[in-house]
């Protein structure tokens, strides 16, 4: 978040963080803290047990059950991709033909 990415936050720009490693719950709110301070509109994915602290700065707070560290990642990723698929059909993408993928095939 430091030196370039923070200069690209703008007023009500989204921006989503993910705090889902009780560990780094006071950086990650700390960080909000700096982009909510630019004029950004926050969404925390978080775990369920961290969602009413994280609520107290986020805008908005999408809560995920909690499962096994190991497969914690697999988990957090699925409403991460769902609001990808989204907002690509808001802003018009043909999600089934993404544009400058290249199709490559090697056949020995």
Do not use: F, W
Request: with cysteine; proline share 6%.
């Amino acid at each position: 978040l430091k030196h370039g990415t923070i200069s690209l936050v703008t007023n009500n720009m989204p921006v989503i963080a993910v705090a889902t490693q009780r560990e780094l719950l006071d950086k990650t709110i700390s960080n909000v803290k700096e982009v909510k301070a630019r004029g950004a509109k926050v969404l925390c994915l978080t775990l369920e047990s961290m969602a009413q602290e994280a609520g107290k700065t986020a805008d908005y707070v999408l809560p995920i059950p909690e499962t096994h560290p190991l497969l914690q990642p697999s988990l957090n990723v699925i409403p991460l991709q769902v609001l990808a698929y989204y907002a690509a059909l808001a802003r018009g993408c043909d999600v089934d033909k993404p544009r400058n993928l290249a199709k490559s095939v090697t056949v020995e």
